[in-house]
């Protein structure tokens, strides 16, 4: 039996680096203890929706969930969204993806990591890769123009540290807003995960 929504409180918070001399570099594993941080340079809806289920499906994040496979094909064919895999020896441990919101504009659209995987400083390298990847899009998609902003939005129901680890890559604060919102709650990564 699917829970029903309900509405609480939710604080979310804009953050933006304007220029990427803001960003700051990450300690954390590396290459040698076995993290490579790597574009999936042929993405497709599958793939994609695992990420975005493994990783959101502890944070209620289902936004996406009722996309359709052609919804994901679309939003993925759009010239500059990219998804940048976090891999642990050869385990997908979490992911960035970075979609272009406007001329010169890039969005963080998703970020995190899979539960397995959190408290290792994994999340701070991957979005320090992310961060410099958003800042060089035009490197690989010249028609889009140099990246003059990269933003991102987080809220109450993410992860906990998610608010801390922008922040401590630079990003800035220029928004708080606070409204009530119908929350259903979190799904896990599959459908009946939680028992339900």
Do not use: K
Not at 3 to 12: C, I, K, N, R
Not at 29 to 54: H, I, K, M, Q, W
Not at 93 to 114: C, Q, T
Not at 117 to 129: K, Y
């Amino acid at each position: 039996m699917r829970a029903e929504p309900v509405v609480t409180a939710v604080t979310t918070w804009y953050l933006e680096q304007t220029s990427p001399e803001a960003l700051r570099p990450a300690a954390g594993p590396d290459a040698a203890e076995g993290l490579s941080v790597v574009r999936a340079e042929r993405t497709y809806p599958a793939f994609n929706r695992f990420l975005y289920t493994a990783v959101g499906g502890d944070w209620s994040w289902t936004d996406r969930l009722p996309w359709t496979h052609r919804q994901w094909d679309e939003y993925l064919g759009r010239d500059g969204t990219e998804t940048w895999v976090a891999w642990v020896r050869g385990t997908p441990a979490g992911y960035v993806e970075l979609s272009p919101s406007g001329p010169g504009e890039v969005e963080i659209a998703y970020f995190g990591l899979v539960a397995a995987f959190h408290g290792r400083g994994i999340g701070s390298r991957l979005l320090a890769e992310g961060l410099a990847r958003a800042w060089d899009l035009a490197d690989r998609w010249p028609a889009l123009g140099p990246t003059r902003r990269v933003w991102v939005h987080t809220c109450s129901l993410d992860g906990p540290a998610a608010l801390r680890t922008y922040r401590s890559r630079g990003m800035e604060v220029y928004d708080v807003r606070t409204a009530d919102e119908e929350v259903r709650p979190a799904p896990g990564p599959w459908p009946g995960a939680r028992g339900e």
